[in-house]
């Protein structure tokens, strides 16, 4: 039975805020009488995760993702609520709890921006202590893996948004962790850089068992990546579970996509059917999942149908109803 590798329960972040009324008094009066207000970030959030997952982190913008990882990774103390990952208390920052993580965050860097990726990654092997042997070993997968040789020996500044991002994944995999926090790793990368940096993720998972949880606001990461999703907003946890799942529990309804050969008999729309705007020579239906079959039945008894598919409503449209909707 796999073991949990990261655990929470009853996680509450509280921020104490300070107010302040418009003008000149108001700012001199609260130099020596402040008034404060509350904001919960997170409250009694609750989930595991098992050794080996890949698991989508998500919500809108301010919804606590962020305070969430930086609790998990020993940034932040919790105003209350418990945490283990890999064993460890996140927030008392052992040096064994260092080494079994990381955090690669797409909109900084950790690389030094005048010498070559090569320079840093040795600068981190001495931090981390990682054997001489072992570096070498683990440099060169991630090299192959990365396809990123000709990399190593240029200054980081010569290199392209994507390179860097190369290099930001292997500085944080060079001390083999076991949990990677990933927030918005592919943030401003082209869609074929996105693309192979999701091949890199998938094949180091498969071949190392570590644990990823990954924040992202482009759904394809999600969608390539992560059968599981873990669903926050407003500092809540509103689902955890299987993503293909969510279409199902939200949007009931599926999608007909057909094409026809010319001279064919006369369609009628059948009664609850929605034609939505033809998709270059496809006509586009919805319809309720449990019509669906009865529909594409009627179809199929028309000999001029061709090109026939039925598809679950985009992940995007279902996302946007709970981050609109604040709910499930």
């Not at 009694?44 to 913008?61: A, K, R, W, Y």
């Not at 893996?145 to 190369?166: A, F, I, T």
């Not at 998972?205 to 999600?222: C, E, F, G, K």
């Amino acid at each position: 039975m796999t073991e949990k590798i990261v655990s929470i329960r009853g996680l509450c972040k509280t921020y104490r805020v300070p107010l302040r009324g418009e003008g000149l008094a108001e700012s001199f009066k609260s130099l020596f009488h402040r008034t404060y207000t509350e904001v919960q970030a997170i409250q009694d959030v609750n989930f595991s995760i098992q050794t080996g997952e890949v698991v989508g982190f998500i919500g809108p913008n301010g919804a606590g993702k962020t305070t969430t990882l930086k609790i998990l990774a020993g940034l932040l103390h919790p105003t209350s609520g418990e945490a283990r990952i890999a064993g460890y208390i996140p927030w008392e920052r052992k040096n064994e709890f260092l080494q079994s993580i990381t955090m690669v965050l797409g909109n900084k860097s950790q690389m030094m921006w005048d010498i070559p990726p090569m320079e840093t990654f040795r600068v981190l092997g001495e931090i981390y202590k990682v054997d001489h042997r072992e570096f070498d070993q683990t440099l060169d997968e991630l090299v192959n893996l990365l396809e990123m040789e000709d990399l190593l020996h240029k200054p980081v500044r010569n290199l392209s948004l994507g390179e860097r991002m190369k290099c930001e994944l292997t500085a944080g995999l060079l001390h083999r962790p076991k949990v990677l926090f990933l927030d918005e790793p592919t943030l401003g990368l082209d869609v074929s850089m996105q693309s192979r940096l999701r091949q890199f993720l998938k094949t180091y998972n498969q071949r190392t068992a570590a644990t990823i949880i990954l924040t992202s606001h482009y759904m394809a990461d999600v969608t390539a990546l992560c059968p599981r999703v873990i669903l926050i907003h407003q500092g809540k946890l509103i689902y955890d579970g299987e993503l293909n799942k969510l279409s199902e529990r939200l949007l009931p309804f599926k999608i007909i996509r057909f094409s026809r050969t010319d001279g064919g008999v006369e369609i009628n729309l059948p009664p609850g059917v929605d034609e939505l705007p033809q998709e270059e020579e496809h006509f586009v239906w919805r319809t309720n999942r449990s019509d669906a079959a009865s529909i594409i039945s009627k179809l199929l008894s028309f000999g001029s149908i061709v090109d026939l598919t039925v598809e679950d409503p985009p992940i995007e449209a279902v996302i946007d109803q709970i981050y609109t909707g604040g709910g499930l």
